[in-house]
């Protein structure tokens, strides 16, 4: 179901960087796991991190370990995605989803809501 929303997405030149947010309407988030995914023009969807219900650690894509960084603010509601050194690989549009279960790995099992998505686009 369509119950998060993706804002925080543009154009970056590579090595810049940006925050996206993830924020729930009539969702508590705390009580969920929530992954970040993306999908590129071209390429299948790809799994970039997901933050587990359980134990709050967070579990990221190789190819962004050390670059992206996930935070929760639960009084607002709201998940972060914080992205550092940003490649022209990185372009993408950027979805969060949210489960009622723990992680596997840095993907969702099976996600209960979804967005629309938030474009990135990193290009000199």
């Known amino acids: 179901q369509l119950q998060l929303v993706e804002s925080g997405g543009g154009l970056v030149q590579p090595g810049g960087s940006l925050r996206l947010s993830c924020t729930a309407s009539?969702?508590?988030?705390?009580?969920?796991?929530i992954a970040w995914l993306r999908r590129a023009p071209g390429r299948e969807r790809e799994g970039v991190s997901c933050?587990?219900?359980?134990?709050?650690?967070?579990n990221y894509a190789s190819s962004v370990k050390g670059r992206f960084t996930v935070s929760r603010d639960n009084a607002k509601n709201s998940v972060y995605l914080q992205m550092i050194d940003l490649k022209p690989e990185d372009t993408a549009v950027y979805y969060c989803?949210?489960?009622?279960?723990?992680?596997?790995?840095?993907?969702?099992?099976?996600?209960?809501?979804w967005g629309q998505g938030t474009q990135v686009t990193v290009s000199s």
């Open positions: 989803a949210a489960e009622h279960a723990p992680c596997n790995n840095y993907r969702l099992r099976v996600p209960d809501f």
């Open positions: 933050s587990d219900v359980t134990n709050g650690n967070t």
């Open positions: 009539e969702l508590t988030l705390e009580n969920y796991s």
